[in-house]
């Protein structure tokens, strides 16, 4: 294993490391937030890399909470892995985890990632992965191409109207929703999403297109069968992932499933929600945070211990 330190547009710290799997292939992670926090792994979006963790790095230190993310196999720095399912993917996180010594862990899956977090809670042990999040995630191919029927009735209309823009056109353009236009004329966002996507695509383009196959897959199992609770978080103005996805997920989940739908789009619902996602999914791990205030009034250290148990609900 290697690692080193660098900083992300939040100004905390990041260390950046390799690890090498058990056969063979390495896998390249960032880890961001608070020394000795909470552990929270980040599955990143598509197209997306392991630095796309620079977005939580700030909020993730405040609520003590150390966010893992990882490259999955042909992407950033990590070996590609022909062939490989989502379930394979989240044995290589369960090995990760074990590299690093975490007993326990949660998982948080982002766009791209959600399929994988899905994976995650239907085959790691409730005692080992305390808790799961999807944000705006995909789902399941079918789920996924059911819901985007509705993006494909709103892109259509806009394309045509892009045809006849004139100089009086709205400056978030066709197509473009007028939060996501505020988002991304964040010049801290854009620089931490540009990096991401031009990390996703260092090996070339072999690695994308793999998991454009891994997408349009068969997860491998069925989400009836997942016997935990899973934390679901999708904007009702997205129109990349829809919350109808969602509700879908939450329905065949059923009463393992915490739904909430929140007026956002795709990339406000990842960057407005921050702090409540984060500190939901460390609510749902039942896991306090014991802050250490070090001489200059910084958490410098995070120390946890096991709360009563919180429950759940469904927020429909």
Sequence with gaps: MSSHTTYSTSNAPVVDGTF????????????????NGYPVFHLHGWPGART???????????LGARIIAIDRPGIGLSTPHPGRTVLDHALDIRQVAKHLGLKEYSVMGVSGGGQYALACAFVIPPEELRSV?????QGPVEISLEGMKFVLSKLHPALNAGSQLDDEAPEHGPGVEREDSRVMTDPDMMLAVITSVREHFRQGVDGCLEEGRVTTSSLGFDLRDVKRNVRLWYGR?????????????????GENATLRLEDATHLSLVIDYQRPILQDLLDAARYRCLPMVGSWGIVDTVEYERAPSLGCKLLV
């Design 20 to 35: 090498t799997l058990g056969d063979g292939r390495r896998i390249a992670y960032n880890i961001c937030g608070a020394n």
């Design 52 to 62: 796309e963790v620079s977005l939580f790095a700030l909020q993730a230190a405040e």
């Design 133 to 137: 999040a999807l944000v705006c995630g």
């Design 237 to 253: 103005q997205d129109t990349d992932v829809p919350a109808a996805i969602g509700e879908e997920i939450a329905r065949q989940l």
